[in-house]
């Protein structure tokens, strides 16, 4: 079963609270003595992550595997949630936390300023039923070392109201149009690493800029993404953050196209609104949230812990289906409630993932190689999004 209510997003919006990485820059000397074997004792677990992704009932009494990992473990938890991913990174900064769920543009900003630490994948018995694509993903693993392990992923569509489009679109150039005759009501999520959805269909349609890889822009490919972001506001009819308030506005037909998730779509269908999704020629950006460990954990044998149970085949399933994503762990495809789960989020598909972009953490030194240029930087992209949201 889908939740209709948790309206996530994992990106930014509204004002910053950015830490500097200065400020995070204070945790201890990443050699780290890892834990194991993993003790049997238990513990006090303080975990920060979205809404959604550490469960224990609350919402809906069936989806909980906070209280049975409790049960199974003697671990206690306390659960913290953030809805921004710059609330997270400032969450690493006031300490505190034993495990943190990362979302993907934030990952890279957390390794380089020093605040997580390693993560050894032996104490994970789970860990080897990991589809290989989430293994050593460059948003998880920096200069071959593993930092943090995925739990699913999932790609940004484009979603269409179908009684308006007779016929399905094939690319994002529909929301790029500055003809458009959509305007006003085009629906686009909210957050800074829409510029990599422009550097995505740029590097279709506009191969002479260069762009290889959407998150490493240098400063003249950056200003051609911002400059068409720019132009599209003028189009937009709302930037959302919360799917199910973004469904009812395809319901009014106030919206009928924009960027969307699979989970949409199947509240539609359940609630009979004619709103469809689909991959365009161009590819697609996408998410993963990264469990990751700060360095500062106090309880880092619970950690580990939380981490392996959420690759259980058991607590995948159910948490895949509870946020709308294809599982990490293939073994729980047999377990969800809905037995077409991991077909209709493409979970064993990997042709489908080869162009899906999953966000990473834009960094000065251009992630595509280049060392002749710099890129343009995580913080950056911030700015200029909350800079471009503020402008009338």
């Known amino acids: 079963m889908l939740i ?32 194991g074997p993993l003790s049997d004792t238990g513990g006090t677990l303080t975990i920060a992550a979205p809404p959604g992704y550490a469960e224990r009932g609350a919402t809906k009494p069936q989806v909980n595997w906070v209280t049975p990992f409790e049960e199974a473990t003697g671990c206690k938890v306390n659960v913290v949630t953030f809805s921004r991913a710059e609330q997270g ?47 050593k993903a460059p948003w998880n693993t920096f200069d071959s070392v593993t930092y943090g392990v995925s739990d699913g992923r999932g790609a940004n569509l484009l979603q269409y109201h179908s009684k ?14 500055p003809q458009t005759q959509y305007a006003g009501r085009i629906s686009i999520l909210d957050t800074p690493m829409h510029f990599a959805d422009a550097a995505v269909y740029l590097m279709k349609s506009n191969p002479e800029l260069g762009i290889t890889d959407p998150y490493a822009l240098d400063a003249d490919q950056f ?10 506001k003028t189009a937009v009819g709302e930037y959302w953050a919360d799917y199910a308030a ?16 699979q989970v949409t779509q199947n509240l539609a269908r359940a ?49 895949a289906e509870w946020v709308g994503q294809a599982p990490a762990n293939l073994n729980a495809c047999i ?32 992630l595509d190689g280049r060392t002749e240029v710099e890129c343009v930087p995580y913080d950056e992209w911030n700015r200029n999004w909350y800079a471009l949201r503020a402008a009338g």
């Open 4 to 35: 209709a209510g948790l309206g996530l997003v994992l990106a930014s919006c509204g004002q910053a609270d950015t830490a500097s990485d200065q400020e995070l820059a204070t945790s201890p000397d990443t050699a780290f003595a890892w834990p």
């Open 89 to 135: 990174i400032q969450f690493i900064k006031d300490g505190g936390y034993d495990v943190i769920g990362v979302p993907s543009e934030a990952t890279g900003k957390l390794v380089a300023s020093g605040s997580m630490q390693p993560i050894n994948t032996d104490l994970l018995t789970h860990y080897a039923e990991i589809v290989p694509a989430l293994k």
């Open 164 to 177: 308006v489009f007779k016929t399905p679109p094939k690319s994002w150039s529909v929301l790029w149009d």
């Open 223 to 232: 200003a051609f993404v911002r400059d068409l972001v720019l132009q599209q």
């Open 246 to 261: 973004q469904l009812e506005q395809f319901k009014q037909k106030n919206m009928v196209v924009g960027d969307g998730w």
């Open 271 to 319: 609630r009979d609104i004619p709103v469809a999704v689909t991959k365009p020629d161009e590819g697609t950006t996408g998410w993963s949230l990264t469990w990751m460990i700060p360095a500062t954990a106090a309880s880092p044998n619970c950690a580990y812990k939380w981490i392996d149970w959420v690759l259980t085949p058991e607590t995948n399933a159910q948490l």
């Open 335 to 366: 377990l969800t409630d809905d037995p077409a789960h991991c077909q209709t989020y493409k979970a064993r598909d990997a042709s489908f993932w080869k162009d899906v972009y999953v966000w990473r953490t834009p960094d000065s030194a251009c």
